[in-house]
Structures are given as structure tokens and as C-alpha cells.
């Protein structure tokens, strides 16, 4: 084979994989990373109406608990309120707070809304998710892992991830509240090994945060997806599909103990 055909193969495959990230960062930024300020603040997705001595269950934060990438549409707060379903014979309401795109900036914003804050005050348990859009950046964390800006945003995610959890016991002291952390959709790419340090590094600083506080557990999901990550993700591989989701929801759901009074 001549060195003038080696060198065009070389070409073709380099460009070829130059496209492909190009166009996963496209993907990721157009499906999951859009800034939430640019979203209309959706109705309240509520199932059930509760009644007296009834568990209200509200769930918080971003795509992750919107269930996008799930074509079931359940999410894993759904298979968390079927498990439950399955435990207690109370009557039971859901509400999803959740916003597509959305950062801790804007969820501070969201918990300082007197509506959410009735809805908040109601709640039994609280479930969440926050800190992948404030770490990814709308893929740019993909074109430059840089460690100084990485940290600098981590730093600024933990002080806001305080202000959150800080919110919330203002408005309920009582309630559980599930902080679900992050998975790295993409440790199979060639940088895996840098971007699982960070996931884990931002996970670490986040359980430090939640364990600041009165009934706030940070619920661990790195490893959920650290073997076979595709076989657990959506088609644009960056959000969990039904079975992630499950895994998730099953998770979250086995850290749930109901009370004598909420059985």
C-alpha cells in the first residue's frame, strides 16, 4: 500500500472522528444543556390529590428528574412511586418541579417561588437531581477539561448546592430529601479516565454538602453505569434510558423507609 493512500485512510478516520464529537457535543447541547432561563416554567405534573395523613412526594432539578430519555415517560421517579405504591396503602401525591436545561442558579431562583415553596412545605420526601449542566456546561467541559476552570465551577456549585439545601429546610425542616448524584455517561470515550475523576471528584464534594444537613442523603449512581455505560443510556448517549432509569429509581427506592404511621 502506498504511503499516499496511508496517509489519505489516516485523513478520512481522523476527520470522521472529529465529526463525531463535533456532533455529540451538538447533540448534547441541543437535548439536554439549553439554559433553563429560556424555558417556560412548566405546569406542576401532579398524580393524585392528597388527602389527610396522605405522603406527598415532590421531585426537584433537571432533565434527569424530567425522565427525558426514558420513552416510557416514567423516569425514575416513577419507579420510585411504584415501589412505594407497593408498600403503603396511602393515598399519595406526586409533583414534578423539575425544569429541562436547568442549573443551581436557576433552581435557587425556582425555590424562592411562593408556589414551590407551598408545594415544598407539603412534602414527605423530596427527591433531586442538580450539578450536570453546572459541571458539562453545555459540552464545553468536553472541548476543554481544563482543571482550573473545573474547579472554579465546582466551587461555585457547591456554595449554590449549600443555598439549595438551605432553602428547603427553611420552607421544611421535616422531609427527606434524596439528592441524586452524578453517573459519567461518557467513560467510554477516550478521555473516560479524566472526566470519572471529576464525576467522582464533584460527588465527593456534594455528599460533604448534603452531610451538613438534617435527613439529606446524597444517593451515589457513579457506579450504576461505570460497566456497560451504552446499555444504560438513551440514543443520544448522555441521558439514562428505561433501564438506567430503573437502576436509578430502584436505588433511590431502597434508601426509602416508610414509618409505622406512613405504611
Same mark, same amino acid.
Given at each position: 500500500?502506498?504511503k499516499?493512500?496511508?496517509?489519505?485512510?489516516v485523513?478520512i478516520?481522523?476527520?470522521t472522528?472529529?465529526?463525531?464529537?463535533v456532533g455529540?457535543?451538538i447533540t448534547?447541547q441541543d437535548q439536554?444543556?439549553?439554559e433553563?432561563s429560556?424555558?417556560k416554567?412548566?405546569k406542576? $405534573?401532579t398524580s393524585?390529590i392528597?388527602?389527610n395523613?396522605?405522603?406527598?412526594?415532590?421531585?426537584?432539578?433537571?432533565?434527569?428528574t424530567?425522565g427525558?430519555g =426514558?420513552e416510557?415517560?416514567?423516569?425514575?421517579?416513577?419507579?420510585?412511586v411504584? =415501589?412505594?405504591?407497593k408498600r403503603?396503602?396511602?393515598?399519595m401525591q406526586?409533583?414534578n418541579l423539575a425544569i429541562?436545561?436547568?442549573r443551581?442558579?436557576?433552581?435557587?431562583?425556582?425555590l424562592?417561588?411562593k408556589?414551590?415553596?407551598?408545594?415544598?412545605?407539603e412534602?414527605?420526601?423530596?427527591?433531586?437531581?442538580?450539578g450536570g449542566?453546572d459541571?458539562f456546561?453545555g459540552?464545553?467541559?468536553l472541548?476543554?477539561?481544563?482543571?482550573?476552570?473545573?474547579?472554579k465551577e465546582k466551587k461555585?456549585?457547591?456554595?449554590?448546592?449549600?443555598?439549595?439545601?438551605?432553602?428547603?429546610?427553611?420552607v421544611n425542616?421535616?422531609a427527606?430529601?434524596?439528592?441524586i448524584?452524578l453517573?459519567n455517561p461518557f467513560n467510554?470515550?477516550?478521555?473516560?479516565k479524566e472526566?470519572?475523576?471529576?464525576v467522582?471528584?464533584w460527588?465527593?464534594?456534594?455528599?460533604e454538602v448534603a452531610?451538613d444537613?438534617?435527613?439529606?442523603?446524597?444517593v451515589?449512581?457513579y457506579?450504576?453505569?461505570?460497566?456497560q455505560v451504552n446499555?444504560?443510556l438513551? $440514543?443520544d448517549?448522555?441521558?439514562?434510558n428505561?433501564?438506567?432509569?430503573k437502576?436509578?429509581?430502584e436505588?433511590?427506592?431502597?434508601?426509602?423507609?416508610?414509618t409505622?404511621g406512613?405504611k
Amino acid at each position: 500500500m502506498s504511503k499516499r493512500i496511508i496517509t489519505m485512510i489516516v485523513s478520512i478516520c481522523t476527520a470522521t472522528t472529529l465529526l463525531w464529537t463535533v456532533g455529540l457535543i451538538i447533540t448534547i447541547q441541543d437535548q439536554f444543556f439549553y439554559e433553563a432561563s429560556s424555558i417556560k416554567q412548566p405546569k406542576p $405534573t401532579t398524580s393524585n390529590i392528597k388527602q389527610n395523613n396522605g405522603l406527598s412526594i415532590v421531585a426537584l432539578g433537571d432533565s434527569l428528574t424530567r425522565g427525558t430519555g =426514558d420513552e416510557t415517560g416514567k423516569g425514575y421517579v416513577g419507579y420510585v412511586v411504584d =415501589d412505594l405504591k407497593k408498600r403503603t396503602n396511602q393515598h399519595m401525591q406526586f409533583t414534578n418541579l423539575a425544569i429541562k436545561g436547568q442549573r443551581s442558579p436557576q433552581l435557587i431562583n425556582q425555590l424562592k417561588q411562593k408556589e414551590v415553596q407551598r408545594q415544598l412545605k407539603e412534602a414527605d420526601i423530596i427527591l433531586m437531581t442538580i450539578g450536570g449542566n453546572d459541571l458539562f456546561r453545555g459540552g464545553e467541559a468536553l472541548r476543554d477539561l481544563s482543571h482550573a476552570q473545573i474547579e472554579k465551577e465546582k466551587k461555585k456549585f457547591v456554595e449554590q448546592l449549600h443555598t439549595i439545601f438551605q432553602l428547603i429546610r427553611t420552607v421544611n425542616d421535616d422531609a427527606t430529601v434524596f439528592y441524586i448524584a452524578l453517573y459519567n455517561p461518557f467513560n467510554d470515550l477516550g478521555n473516560g479516565k479524566e472526566t470519572s475523576a471529576i464525576v467522582r471528584s464533584w460527588n465527593y464534594a456534594a455528599s460533604e454538602v448534603a452531610a451538613d444537613y438534617k435527613s439529606i442523603i446524597c444517593v451515589p449512581t457513579y457506579d450504576l453505569f461505570e460497566l456497560q455505560v451504552n446499555d444504560y443510556l438513551y $440514543t443520544d448517549k448522555f441521558h439514562p434510558n428505561k433501564e438506567g432509569y430503573k437502576r436509578i429509581g430502584e436505588r433511590v427506592a431502597s434508601l426509602i423507609t416508610l414509618t409505622k404511621g406512613e405504611k
